[in-house]
């Protein structure tokens, strides 16, 4: 039986947070996800999680 799922993270800029993830583990955007606030990338073969990005108005550290 096949298990998806997604990361969700919190980023105050998921553009550039994504592409560096994306480049890191050999990710590539997701086809069709296409919201200029968030951003997600997944793994092309499909064996690992979606990973989205999603914009905060102030990160709390």
């Not at 993830?21 to 064996?47: H, K």
Request: net charge negative; glycine share 10%; hydrophobic share 45%.
């Amino acid at each position: 039986m096949a298990t998806h799922w997604t990361l969700g993270c919190d980023a105050d800029d998921p553009q550039r947070i994504a592409a560096f993830w994306a480049l890191a583990l050999g990710y590539v955007r997701e086809p069709g996800f296409d919201e200029p606030d968030n951003a997600s990338i997944v793994d092309p073969d499909g064996r690992g999680p979606a990973i989205g990005f999603l914009k905060v108005p102030e990160l709390d550290l």
